[in-house]
């Protein structure tokens, strides 16, 4: 898999709404589950969500749920992060990557990490 490229972060208000895009290059990208992750300053990378290979199925962290969508166009190479009642707890640089492993939320079983797409949520 190639390289990865988050887009779409911001300043937003809380209770707003923002989708963030991470486009893939690379011809094997519908081969592999992709994921969200997040990195408040002075914490740990954490996860968010992943989509598998497909886009038939997916899963959230506990924070996220009910209030994040993820989704997948293979046919652009690209995967969505629709993030709706935002809240300032969500402030993060946003990272998505590549596994394998559908169904991880572990860090170390993803790769090929993009840049990132700083996300700042006020109060």
Request: net charge positive; charged share 20%; proline share 2%.
């Amino acid at each position: 898999q190639g390289q990865l490229v988050e887009s779409g972060g911001g300043l937003v208000q809380a209770g707003d709404s923002l989708r963030l895009s991470c486009a893939a290059s690379g011809r094997t990208f519908s081969s592999y589950a992709a994921g969200w992750f997040r990195q408040a300053p002075g914490k740990e990378r954490e996860f968010v969500s992943a989509i598998s290979a497909s886009g038939t199925s997916t899963y959230y962290a506990d924070s996220v749920k009910g209030r994040f969508t993820i989704s997948r166009d293979n046919a652009k190479n690209t995967v969505y992060l629709q993030m709706s009642s935002l809240k300032p707890e969500d402030t993060a640089v946003y990272y998505c990557a590549v596994t394998l492993l559908y169904g991880s939320a572990r860090r170390a079983d993803f790769r090929s990490w993009g840049q990132g797409t700083q996300v700042t949520v006020s109060s």
